[in-house]
């Protein structure tokens, strides 16, 4: 199907769902770019095939709509078009936690968020938990950012303050981080490394004090004295890094 016009309902639904409120209502998202459309098709999550007209992307799927290169950039979220995306629908959201749960508290930045989530599947993570005030998933930077590695892992959006008592009760020990308080992660026992949860906070604020008080223990890199702190998706990826040793 070739469409010319950006008046046509489908185009209309591509440039809306830049927007959040619309994501959510909908339960689907663009991504732009032939690895993370690859990934998507994957997955089984593309419900449309979106191609600039001379293009040529040989994957298995009915619905394929062609657009000329003007409207792709008003249905684009990055300066250079990609001439290859898909309209994909979200993925089912699995309840069961596993061994190995990342929490992530209040991050705001889409980038940080995708590359902690891209480091929480290098590192096997089996669930990522998302506090109900933490950047969409679905935002296309944090798409970007997960270089399609959001695909891999399950990750919901709960309550946090309930999701460590179901933790709790499971007897999973539950790691908060602090700058430069607590213990060191490299002083962990293996034992300690087997099941767990970690607890990352907001790039401002860090973990909120409600959290942390309901914590096991508290983690933190030891630094070199002239650095105060780390970039929260640096930081993440260390101490993922470390509890993976």
Known sequence: MLITSLENDKVRKYI???????RDKTG??????????????KNGLIDELI??????????IKNI?????????????????????ALCH???????????????????????LGTII?????????TIVLSENTVDLYNPKTIRATQGMFFHINIIKKDLESTIEQLHQEEIPVYGT????GSDVRSLAEKDKIRY???????????????SNMCDKNLYINLNANVESLNVAIATSILLYELGR
Request: hydrophobic letters at 40%; proline letters at 4%.
């Open 16 to 22: 809306k769902l830049k927007d959040k409120k619309y």
């Open 28 to 41: 689907q998202f663009i991504v732009e770019g032939a690895h993370l459309v690859l990934e998507a098709y």
């Open 51 to 60: 191609l600039e007209k001379e293009e040529v992307f040989p994957l298995d």
């Open 65 to 85: 709509v062609y657009l000329p290169m003007e409207i792709i950039t008003k249905i684009s979220t990055v300066e250079t078009p990609q001439t290859i995306m």
């Open 90 to 112: 979200k993925q089912e959201e699995k309840e069961e936690l596993k061994n190995k749960i990342l929490l992530i508290d209040n991050i705001q930045d889409p980038g940080n």
């Open 118 to 126: 891209r480091s929480a599947v290098a590192f096997n993570i089996d």
């Open 178 to 181: 602090l700058v430069g308080h």
């Open 197 to 211: 949860a970690l607890v990352v906070g907001n790039e401002g604020n860090g973990v909120r004090n409600s959290i």
